[in-house]
C-alpha cells in the first residue's frame, strides 16, 4: 500500500511521460474463476479455454499475494501501477463471490467475431456502417461487456452476435462458436432485451415457470428443478413467491428484481451464452451492483456471458473481465479492463484519480460533451476546464484508435483469436422445443390466471355490462306483443348488443401487456402468432359465457322477452358468440398495431361505422370469419326479436 500511495503522489510525473508506456500491469484485483474448484488468476489476453496452459505464466509475471479472509478470499497486487487509476482500484480488496453452492456447472462456449461489420440503410446520418471491423472473443466463465456512448453500435454488435438483427440489416465478417463458423442454436443461447417485459399478475416462481412450460420439452414436473435452479442463480429466494407488479395491499418487485426475473427467465433453458442487453438499465449504484455481483456469481459457473454498459460505477467496473469499447462503430479498444486504463494513459488520457474509469472513457471518446463545453464557453473561462482532455473529441477517437491499432494488446488479440479458431470444439446443438398444442395449453391456462387476477381485464367489464344491460333494460321496460311494438324490441336488442361489444376497449390495456409479452417471447422462439391468439381466445370463453348469461338475463327481464328457458338460452348463446366475435376483433386489432391510442381510435371507428348499417353483424363477418357464424348471429337475432315481441 505504500509503494501504491507513492505512486499516486507522483502522478503529475507518470502522466507527462505517457508517451513511454510502462509494462502492461495485469488485472490482479479482478477475481477470477478459471474452472470450478481451481485457484483464482488473474486474466490476460492468452486465456483461453485450455485453463491449466496459463496458469504457470501468469505466476511468474506477477506477483499476487492472496489473503485469506472471512467467508472468501480477495487478491491484492504488489505490482507498480501505471496510473493514479490503477491505484485506487488495486487500493481497493475485491472479495470474490464463493462458487454457488448446488449450482449446476454450464459448458460454456467460446464467442470470436472476426472483421464484424454490420450496415443498416439510413440508420446512421452519414454512413450506413453501424459497426465497423470489430475484433474480439468471449470466454467460458468470463464476463465480457460491450461499452460505449450512445448510438455507438452497442447494442448492434451483441444483436450480430447473437444472430438476432432484423432483415434489412447486412452483416459482413465471420462469427465463430468454439471455433466452427456456425449460429448459435435454440436453447444454446439466450438473449435478454434492454426492457423488462414482465406479467405483473404473477409470482416471480409462477412467471417463471410457465416461461419453462413454453421453452422446454418433458413433463410438467420436470421443470420445477430449472425454475428452482434460475430462481437461486439469480438471488431470487426471498422474492419467488411475490407478485412482480403487486396489487392495492402490497409493493410489487423494484427494478433490480424485475430485472433479474427477465434475466432468469432466460436461464430456465441452461444456456451455454447469455446475452444481455443494458442489465444495469434504470438501476441505481446498489441494485446495479448486486447486478453485477449475482452475474459474476452466473460466470463462475461456466457460463459466456456477453452483454452492454452505457455506464458504471467503479465497483461495478472491478467485476468486468474483458470490455470491448465502442465509438461511433469503430472499435477503440478490446481487452482486459485494466488494460484499458493503460491504454488511455499510453494514449496522452490518463484517468484523474477521482473519477470512475467508465466516466473517463465516456467523456473522451462522446461528442456530445463538445457541444456543452461550447455552450459553457463564457463559465469555462472564468473558473477553469471542465475536463482534463483538452482537445476535440474527435481527434481524441482518432488517436485512441491509432494508438490501439498499434499496440501490443490488439496484436495479442489476433493472437488469441486465433488459437481460438484454428481447431473446433464440440458444437452447440439445440435442447429441442415444447409442441405447439403444449404451449397453447400453457397460454391458455397462464391467461386464464391473468385474468382473474387482473380487475381491468374482464372483471370491470362484467360490472360496466351489467349497467348497460340495467339502463337500457329499464328503457324498453313495458313493452305490449302487438305488432306495433316488434321494431322498438328490435332497436333495444340492437342498442344492446352493440354498445356492449363496444365495450370490450376496456380491457385493451391488459390485453396490450400480454401482446408486449408475446413479442418478447416470440422474439426468444419462445412462442407464435396463431398459439398466442388462439391461446388468449381460448382463455376468454369463460369470462365472456359469464359477462354474456349475467347481463343478458339482466336485460332479458327487463325488456319483457318472451318466457321459455329455451328462448332465454338462445338469446344468451347469441350474445355470447356477439361477443366472441368482437373479442377476436379486438385481439387482433391490438396485436396488429401495439399501441393504445391507435388500437382504440381503430375500434371506435370499426363500431361506429358498421353500428348504424343493418348488415352490422355481415359485415363484421366479412372481416374476421368464419362467415355462417355471423350470419347465424345476425338472422337469430332479427328473427328471435320478431318472435319474442309477438
Known amino acids: 500500500m505504500e509503494e501504491i500511495q507513492a505512486h499516486s503522489d507522483n502522478y503529475e510525473s507518470s502522466s507527462s511521460a505517457a508517451s513511454s508506456p510502462p509494462s502492461r500491469v495485469p488485472s490482479s484485483n479482478f477475481f477470477y474463476l478459471r474452472k470450478p474448484g481451481g485457484s483464482r488468476q488473474p486474466i490476460s489476453f492468452e486465456d483461453s479455454p485450455d485453463w491449466e496452459e496459463n496458469i504457470n505464466n501468469h505466476n511468474t509475471d506477477v506477483g499476487v499475494r492472496v489473503e485469506e479472509r472471512g467467508g472468501g478470499d480477495s487478491i491484492n497486487t504488489a505490482t507498480t501501477p501505471a496510473s493514479p487509476s490503477l491505484s485506487k482500484l488495486n487500493s481497493v480488496s475485491l472479495r470474490s463471490p464463493p462458487f454457488p453452492e448446488g449450482a449446476r456447472k454450464i459448458a460454456g462456449a467460446s464467442i470470436v467475431w472476426k472483421d464484424l461489420t454490420v450496415t443498416i440503410k439510413g440508420k446512421r446520418k452519414y454512413s450506413d456502417q453501424v459497426v465497423k ?81 413454453l421453452q422446454l420439452p418433458g413433463f410438467f414436473y420436470q421443470k420445477k428443478s430449472v425454475v428452482e435452479d434460475a430462481i437461486h442463480a439469480m438471488s431470487l429466494g426471498e422474492y419467488a413467491n411475490k407478485l412482480i407488479g403487486g396489487h392495492c395491499c402490497m409493493k410489487g418487485l423494484h427494478s433490480g428484481e424485475k430485472r433479474r426475473v427477465s434475466i432468469a427467465r432466460e436461464l430456465v433453458m441452461r444456456p451455454q451464452v447469455l446475452f444481455i442487453d443494458e442489465p444495469l438499465y434504470h438501476l441505481d449504484s446498489v441494485s446495479a451492483l448486486l447486478m453485477m455481483v449475482t452475474l459474476k456469481r452466473l460466470a463462475s459457473t461456466g457460463c459466456t456471458l456477453i452483454f452492454t454498459i452505457y455506464q458504471s460505477s467503479t465497483e461495478v467496473f472491478g467485476l468486468y473481465d474483458r470490455i470491448c469499447l465502442l465509438s461511433n462503430g469503430n472499435t477503440l479498444f478490446f481487452g482486459e479492463t485494466l488494460a484499458c486504463l493503460q491504454h488511455f494513459s499510453n494514449a496522452g488520457f490518463p484517468c484523474p484519480i ?88 400453457v397460454l391458455t391456462w397462464r391467461s386464464l390466471l391473468v385474468m382473474s387476477r387482473e380487475w381491468k381485464y374482464y372483471w370491470l367489464r362484467l360490472i360496466l355490462c351489467l349497467l348497460l344491460a340495467s339502463c337500457v333494460g329499464t328503457s324498453f321496460s313495458g313493452l305490449g306483443h302487438s305488432l306495433s311494438f316488434v321494431g322498438t324490441r328490435v332497436a333495444a336488442i340492437f342498442v344492446f348488443v352493440s354498445f356492449a361489444s363496444l365495450l370490450s376497449i376496456v380491457g385493451v390495456p391488459a390485453q396490450l401487456k400480454e401482446v408486449k409479452v408475446y413479442a418478447c417471447e416470440d422474439s426468444n422462439q419462445h412462442s407464435g402468432g396463431i398459439v398466442f391468439l388462439t391461446g388468449q381466445i381460448l382463455a376468454s370463453f369463460p369470462f365472456l359465457f359469464l359477462i354474456s348469461i349475467s347481463s343478458s ?94
Open 133 to 213: 471491423s470489430s475484433n474480439g472473443y468471449a470466454l467460458p466463465g468470463t464476463m465480457t461487456v460491450i461499452m460505449g456512448p450512445g448510438k455507438s453500435g452497442k447494442s448492434t454488435l451483441l444483436r450480430a452476435l447473437s444472430g438476432r438483427l432484423d432483415v434489412s440489416a447486412k452483416t459482413y465478417g465471420e462469427v465463430y462458436v468454439n471455433g466452427a463458423k456456425s449460429s448459435l442454436q435454440y436453447g444454446s443461447y439466450g438473449f435478454v432485451e434492454r426492457k423488462n417485459t414482465l406479467i405483473g399478475s404473477l409470482t416471480v416462481r409462477e412467471f417463471l415457470y410457465y416461461s419453462a412450460l
Open 354 to 441: 477521482m473519477q470512475s474509469p467508465s466516466d473517463h472513457f465516456l467523456r473522451a471518446i462522446n461528442t456530445d460533451f463538445d457541444r456543452i463545453i461550447a455552450m459553457c464557453k463564457t463559465w469555462q473561462d472564468e473558473n477553469g476546464d471542465l475536463s482534463n482532455i483538452n482537445m476535440d473529441t474527435a481527434v481524441a477517437i482518432r488517436t485512441l484508435e491509432e494508438t490501439y491499432r498499434s499496440s501490443s494488446d490488439a496484436s495479442a488479440v489476433e493472437a488469441t483469436m486465433l488459437k481460438l479458431t484454428e481447431r473446433e470444439g464440440p458444437s452447440l446443438k439445440s435442447k429441442g422445443k415444447a409442441s405447439s398444442a403444449t404451449r397453447i395449453a
Open 553 to 646: 338475463l339482466v336485460f332479458y327481464f327487463l325488456a319483457g322477452l318472451r318466457n321459455g328457458f329455451g328462448f332465454m338460452m338462445y338469446f344468451v348463446l347469441n350474445f355470447f358468440m356477439c361477443l366472441l366475435v368482437n373479442e377476436g376483433l379486438v385481439l387482433v386489432v391490438v396485436t396488429a398495431l401495439q399501441d393504445m391510442f391507435w388500437s382504440i381510435s381503430t375500434l371506435v371507428f370499426v363500431h361506429a361505422v358498421m353500428m348504424p348499417s343493418a348488415g352490422y353483424f355481415r359485415i363484421r363477418s366479412a372481416l374476421l370469419g368464419p362467415v355462417w357464424m355471423y350470419r347465424v348471429s345476425y338472422i337469430a337475432f332479427h328473427t328471435y326479436s320478431i318472435q319474442a315481441s309477438l
